[in-house]
């Protein structure tokens, strides 16, 4: 079992910045692949960023590409989203995911364990 929380979400007008936070507890995390999804009222949850388990390899959804960045530390058994140049279409619900997966996925059925979500909203 792993155990996900994250935190860092909030209020932020359009073109602002947060980092969003998520610690894990439970098995070994640097053995998981992390992601962060995100699902906007009404619509389904969509794919935002996943690492591999030493951070050496990263994949983003298109449309956040050069403004949001995911990262890790091992050590402090979290990873990280960085994300930049907000948009009012940014606001979510943000959650992250673990997968067992060596591989980087965007589908979330390769994630086994999941957060309860943070929310983010970009004003105009």
């Known amino acids: 079992q792993v155990q996900l929380v994250e935190s860092g979400g909030g209020l932020v007008q359009a073109g602002g910045s947060l980092r969003l936070s998520c610690a894990a507890s439970g098995r070994s995390f640097s053995s998981y692949s992390m992601g962060w999804f995100r699902q906007a009222p009404g619509k389904d949850r969509e794919f935002v960023a996943t690492?591999?388990?030493?951070?050496?390899?990263?994949y983003y959804a298109d449309f956040v590409k050069g403004r949001f960045t995911i990262s890790r530390d091992n050590a402090k058994n979290t990873v990280y989203l960085q994300m930049n140049s907000l948009k009012p279409e940014d606001t979510a619900v943000y959650y992250c995911?673990?997968?067992?997966?060596?591989?980087?996925?965007?589908?979330?059925?390769?994630?086994?364990?999941w957060g309860q979500g943070t929310q983010v909203t970009v004003s105009s």
């Open positions: 995911a673990a997968s067992p997966d060596r591989f980087l996925r965007s589908r979330i059925a390769a994630y086994d364990y």
């Open positions: 690492i591999s388990v030493n951070g050496g390899a990263t």
